[in-house]
């Protein structure tokens, strides 16, 4: 089957990306799409795939992520920008509520982070501390800058729904050999986390946050942006930084702007750059992906963004 693709990134967190409000396809066979077009090894890689789909009742149209293992996440927001971009573009519009997995974001076009950076600022949560909804099977109900002794018998976590589950560490700085330790534990889904979750390492840099994390689905990743609005809504609770207050948010991939609410409410403001359009095949049957063909390229986006991240 033949795919017109856009590929894209949100802070450096990348992504093959179809529009597929017209198209078809079962939840099995779109794992398969995804596990082909977001190998690293095939002829487009990725951290996930990217769904631009039907909207409902109060959304524009909606977005599907699933992870480059195929599974689904509950959001991801580095994407919603991107597929809010996408939508904006097929509708002639520039604001929107996207509808995800289990929740809802609103996206508007905001003011550019850096000439020539396509900039969406987008709207999610609320956050949730409830450890049930996860569920951490012996954990405490609410589990705020304490020690997980299933996880690590001394770093203290926070535990964040975003609405997709994170476990966020503040440290000093960031060992990452010891988050994907920490990481695969949770990746194996052990009978305390049978969904898995996303573990962060925190680093506080003045007012600003940098992110580091391995995600479920996907392993360790240059960005992850429902991450990063876990780690800003989970240092303002832990009085690291002020509610309602912007800041920057850095991770391996690039920034955001941030700021979270006492209400749960988290907002992101970063880019949705577009680095190449084409099509490519996938055989739904043994999961590859090949006959790539790029039709048009973005080098203007790539190099304001290069900019942008330069500072």
């Not at 929740?103 to 508007?108: F, G, Q, R």
């Not at 905001?110 to 000439?115: I, T, V, Y």
């Not at 992906?289 to 304001?304: H, K, M, Q, T, Y």
Request: hydrophobic share 45%.
């Amino acid at each position: 089957m033949r795919f017109a693709i856009v590929k894209c990134h949100g802070s450096g967190n990348d992504f093959p990306m179809i529009d597929a409000r017209d198209l078809s396809l079962s939840d099995g066979e779109w794992a398969g799409v995804a596990r082909a077009l977001a190998d690293r090894d095939g002829p487009v890689g990725g951290d996930g795939l990217l769904l631009l789909v039907p909207g409902d009742d109060r959304a524009a149209f909606g977005m599907v992520m699933r992870n480059s293992d195929g599974s689904e996440a509950e959001t991801c927001l580095n994407g919603v920008r991107c597929v809010a971009r996408a939508g904006f573009e097929a509708l002639g519009i520039d604001a929107a509520t996207v509808r995800l997995k289990t929740s809802h974001a609103d996206a508007v076009r905001d003011a550019e982070l850096s000439p020539g950076v396509y900039t969406v600022r987008e709207t999610a949560g609320p956050a949730g501390l409830s450890t049930t909804a996860w569920p951490i099977h012996g954990a405490p109900e609410r589990l705020v800058d304490a020690v997980l002794p299933m996880l690590d018998d001394a770093r203290r976590f926070t535990a964040v729904t975003m609405p997709n589950p994170h476990l966020v560490h503040f440290v000093d700085q960031v060992d990452e050999a010891e988050l994907v330790r920490l990481g695969r534990m949770c990746e194996a889904a052990p009978d305390w986390l049978p969904n898995r979750a996303n573990v962060s390492f925190v680093e506080l840099r003045g007012d600003a946050l940098f992110v580091r994390t391995f995600e479920r689905g996907v392993g360790l990743t240059d960005s992850c942006g429902s991450a990063m609005a876990a780690s800003t809504y989970a240092a303002c609770l832990t009085g690291r930084i002020a509610w309602d207050r912007p800041t920057v948010v850095f991770n391996r991939g690039g920034l955001v702007r941030a700021f979270a609410g006492q209400d749960g409410m988290v907002t992101l403001s970063g880019n949705a750059t577009y680095e190449w359009a084409g099509s490519v095949s996938v055989d739904l049957a043994t999961e590859t992906a090949g006959d790539l063909a790029v039709e048009r390229r973005f080098p203007d986006e790539i190099a304001a963004w290069d900019a942008a991240k330069r500072g």
